[in-house]
């Protein structure tokens, strides 16, 4: 599931072999046409919508075949539901969760979109989902074998090119101490801080391409599908194992934060040296006036007495 929220967005994967959504017979997705890899599905009272959406997935797929290390299988179609309304997804999907946006799934294959571009693009959305779908396909049986953070982060890695929304919430995590453990993001994300764990899976992704080569995540895919071992793969598209990956990944987190948390003192320190500063101008200022009132009325003084010598009876 994709899911779209004011700032983040959200897609949960669903490895259940046996989904059934339940809505086959009541379908608005009456119209069906085929493009060289993928079964479109989609509503006939918009088939401009669902040639646009076929045309989008047939160059994501190409673009992430190459980037993931897939060959496109002409004669293995990927089932491609097109939405025409957020509203339509929502109900035949079956979701009770209003936010979701798109639905990847293993069994079937099939990818369920909301087109309509109300909470994100439908480019981004079938990027998302079909990135999913070129990593079953790449994985096959092995497909369990990949953390979810991983899955995640590839999908998002691929279909979101900026991501200044994931890396604050990932600053602000670093900087409360609330950041989860990758390693407790290996099956599932926790209800309430998935947008944390989606943003922290496209940090580590990103961090990993950074660090190891646009290719790491392609030599990653491709040596799970051989030995079925996350470990080893990672060890052989990084050089590193999962501790150490992720204890880099954090390590360059907080190296960052503490860039951030550097500033942020020196800022509220800002604040307060003015303060400070201004206080003692004023009392510096305070004593220099003092001491010019004090010369003045010595000067005064002086003054007062040179007359009242000069005005002395006796001269
Ligand atoms: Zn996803």
Redesign the pocket.
């Known amino acids: 599931m ?1 899911r779209r929220l004011p700032v983040m967005q959200f ?3 669903f490895f259940l072999l046996l989904f059934i959504s339940g809505s086959a017979s009541a379908t608005v997705l009456t119209a069906t046409m085929t493009t060289t890899y993928f079964t479109v599905h989609y509503d006939p009272k918009d088939p401009y919508l669902a040639e646009s959406a076929a045309q989008v997935a047939s160059d994501e797929l190409l673009r992430l075949a190459k980037d993931l290390g897939y060959e496109p299988e002409p004669q293995r179609r990927i089932p491609l539901m097109v939405y025409r309304t957020h509203h339509s997804f929502i109900k035949e999907g079956g979701h009770k969760d209003r936010y979701v946006v798109g639905t ?1 799934h293993t069994g079937d294959e099939r990818i369920s979109v909301d087109a309509s571009g109300a909470f994100v693009t439908m480019k981004t959305v079938i990027s ?1 989902e079909l990135t ?1 779908a070129v990593v079953f396909r790449i994985l096959g049986r092995h497909v369990d074998a990949l953390p979810l953070w991983m ?2 982060g590839l ?1 998002k890695y691929q279909s979101e090119p900026y991501p200044d929304a994931d890396d604050a919430l990932v600053a602000q995590a670093a900087a409360d101490g609330t950041l989860i453990a990758l390693a407790d993001l290996k099956k599932r994300f926790p209800g309430k801080r998935s947008d944390l764990a989606y943003a922290e899976s496209s940090s580590a992704v990103r961090y990993m391409v950074h660090k190891y080569g646009s290719s790491a995540p392609k030599r990653l895919l491709a040596e799970i599908a051989k030995s079925g071992s996350f470990d080893k793969a990672l060890f052989e598209a990084t050089g590193v194992v999962e501790k150490e990956f992720v204890s880099q990944w954090a390590g360059s987190i907080s190296k960052r934060y503490r860039l951030l948390r550097t500033w942020r003192i020196l800022s509220a320190l800002g604040g307060s040296t003015m303060a400070i500063l201004a206080i003692i101008a004023f009392i510096i200022r305070r004593k220099r006036m003092a001491r010019a009132a004090r010369e003045w009325e010595w000067e005064e003084f002086e003054d007062s007495m040179s007359r009242q010598l000069r005005d002395w009876p006796h001269r």
């Open positions: 994709l897609c949960w994967l990847a998302h999913h899955h995640e999908a």
